[in-house]
């Protein structure tokens, strides 16, 4: 009998350490190579159905060499959104450009959209 009363408590307190853990699981952005999101007045935005937002990356060449990719996840009814910058050199040039990314409709027509940062600091965006 005390064994099963053991077993029942460790199932009970399994379930509440489950139920009570960070909501957003092993939810983790890929964010790439280095990149800095550059906060204005109007920018990051999202205009329509696109994001509008200036990027700084440091790299070799010409900045039109450089991509990065829009992805996306659903976590507790918020939209979230974050770049991926795909190529990675540490270089003295330094770039600084405003950018457009067409977002999907899966999250153009969400009520609560968040951009992630690199950084830490997210942007509510809607």
């Not at 053991?6 to 939810?27: A, N, R, Y």
């Not at 010409?62 to 939209?79: C, K, N, P």
């Not at 979230?80 to 027509?109: Q, Y």
Request: hydrophobic residues 40%.
């Amino acid at each position: 009998m005390i064994e099963h009363r053991k077993l029942l408590s460790f199932v009970m307190v399994t379930f509440l350490m489950i139920s009570c853990s960070d909501p957003k699981g092993s939810f983790e952005p890929d964010f790439g190579a280095p990149y800095r999101i550059v906060e204005s007045d109007n920018l990051p935005k999202i205009e329509g159905d696109s994001l509008q937002i200036c990027l700084r990356w440091e790299g070799c060449g010409d900045s039109a060499d450089y991509e990065f990719l829009l992805d996306y996840e659903m976590v507790e009814e918020i939209q979230n959104i974050w770049l991926e910058k795909m190529v990675d050199e540490s270089c003295r040039a330094v770039f600084e450009t405003e950018m457009s990314f067409l977002l999907p409709h899966a999250v153009s027509g969400s009520m609560r959209i968040q951009l992630m940062n690199p950084e830490g600091n997210d942007f509510a965006l809607r």
